[in-house]
């Protein structure tokens, strides 16, 4: 069998201060790379003028995008010429942080709330959506799940995360772990003595060992929705989540957990007693199994939809880049 070959940009884009693997086409996880590489040839490719000589404001011939992943690099032209909007500078954040100031890009593909104004300039990208899209997850979460048989036997919750500085989410899991021992197998705050494996499938088996998965984003911010929630969902657990209040618009809240954006310790000790009703009752546990991660007659938020985030590209584009008349 020969060996997959990694997707390279069609779309002329330069892509700038993204982590140092990244760059290794080769490299032993490289499926993150591959995602961007295909997101931003579908994103971009419509809207790229075939020349520098016919780029217009809302249409660049070439594009650099800059991440927040390392250092600090000022954007630059990867296809200079007489046309000033030959090239359109873009600035990529999947963390709750984002390059400053927003203005120094055309355009801030971050998680939070779309805002076009020339002075602001973000269009709201979830990293969710990301993975979401390019590896076809969407169908999936309209579909039920299969519960395994009741004589299989499944641990009680896992935790995943290399970043320990989180106190609401530390806060919680230590309560959680007071009622039933959680298993902790990520870089941080572990108590297993191994790690979770990296490779999604294997990730997704590992993560199906279990009933529940504490899924807590690094911070609460209404649009910031990563990956965690949908590992969790798709490696047959029920989510238990803080982060993102948006889900519960842009999901279906009957299909996991959460607390409130702010939470106080009876916050908490309410959804630990939720978690341990499910724990307990067999019938509640596999109703909220069985409800779809998104409703099958369920319309895709913008912030879901290529076409849509594509139209605030150009939107944004247009009103940056386009000279404003003078009195």
């Not at 995360?161 to 530390?170: D, E, T, V, Y």
Request: charged share 20%.
């Amino acid at each position: 069998m020969s060996a997959k070959i990694p997707p390279e940009p069609v779309v002329p884009i330069k892509f700038l201060r993204f982590w140092p693997g990244f760059y290794d086409k080769f490299a032993p996880l490289p499926s993150d790379r591959d995602d961007f590489i295909l997101l931003f040839n579908e994103l971009l490719g419509p809207i790229t003028a075939a020349s520098p000589e016919e780029a217009t404001p809302e249409r660049p011939a070439a594009w650099t995008i800059t991440s927040v992943f390392q250092g600090r690099e000022a954007p630059r032209d990867v296809a200079p010429g007489a046309n000033p909007y030959a090239v359109a500078h873009l600035s990529y954040s999947g963390e709750p942080h984002y390059n400053t100031p927003l203005t120094s890009y055309h355009i801030n593909l971050i998680m939070r709330e779309t805002d076009t104004d020339p002075s602001v300039r973000t269009v709201c990208l979830p990293l969710f959506m990301v993975a979401s899209h390019i590896r076809g997850y969407f169908p999936l979460y309209c579909a039920p799940r299969t519960l395994p048989p009741a004589t299989t036997p499944r641990l009680f919750c896992s935790f995943v995360i290399s970043n320990g500085g989180c106190a609401i989410r530390n806060r919680f899991a230590q309560m959680l772990n007071s009622y039933k021992t959680i298993h902790s197998c990520g870089g941080a705050l572990n108590n297993t003595g191994f790690l979770a494996p990296r490779d999604v499938p294997q990730y997704l088996l590992f993560l199906s060992q279990f009933k529940f998965m504490v899924c807590f984003e690094n911070k609460s911010i209404p649009e910031y929705l990563t990956e965690k929630l949908y590992y969790a969902w798709l490696g047959n657990t029920i989510p238990i989540y803080w982060g993102a209040r948006k889900t519960q618009t842009w999901l279906n809240p009957r299909a996991f957990l959460q607390l409130p954006d702010e939470p106080t310790d009876e916050d908490m000790r309410a959804l630990v007693a939720r978690v341990a009703e499910l724990d307990t009752n067999p019938a509640a546990y596999a109703a909220m199994h069985a409800e779809p991660l998104i409703l099958p007659d369920a319309e895709l938020p913008r912030e879901f939809r290529m076409d849509a985030i594509r139209e605030d590209i150009v939107a944004t584009l247009r009103r940056a880049r386009t000279p404003r008349e003078t009195a």
